[in-house]
């Protein structure tokens, strides 16, 4: 009980700070909790490690992926990792790029 009520306390707190008005929500703003891993909570990939698509043993063939082609060089960001990352920083041909989901 006492957790909720810090945590209701901070959450008025900073939607004050932000600016975030909510006079006109539909569910009590004492209601609203926060929820979610904290900030930082779901770590990034840095540094992709990739495996040839045969190697891939961990896949399904109907598994969904973000596939990425900058020139010659293509790369496939499984869902299935993105769910639980939800953000790839990579380098395709010298370009840097930032895959979410």
């Known amino acids: 009980m006492k957790k909720t009520l810090i945590g209701m306390g901070l959450m008025i707190f900073f939607l004050v700070l932000s600016g975030f008005n909510l006079d006109n929500a539909i569910v009590p703003h004492t209601e609203i909790f926060s929820g979610g891993p904290p900030k930082d909570g779901i770590p990034a ?55 979410t989901f």
């Open 45 to 99: 990939i840095l540094k992709p490690i990739f495996v040839e698509k045969d190697q891939a043993d961990f896949l399904e063939s109907s598994d969904h992926v973000i596939g990425v082609r900058i020139g010659k060089e293509t790369r496939a960001y499984p869902i299935k990792i993105l769910n639980w990352h939800e953000v790839v920083n990579d380098t395709i041909n010298g370009v840097s790029i930032v895959v």
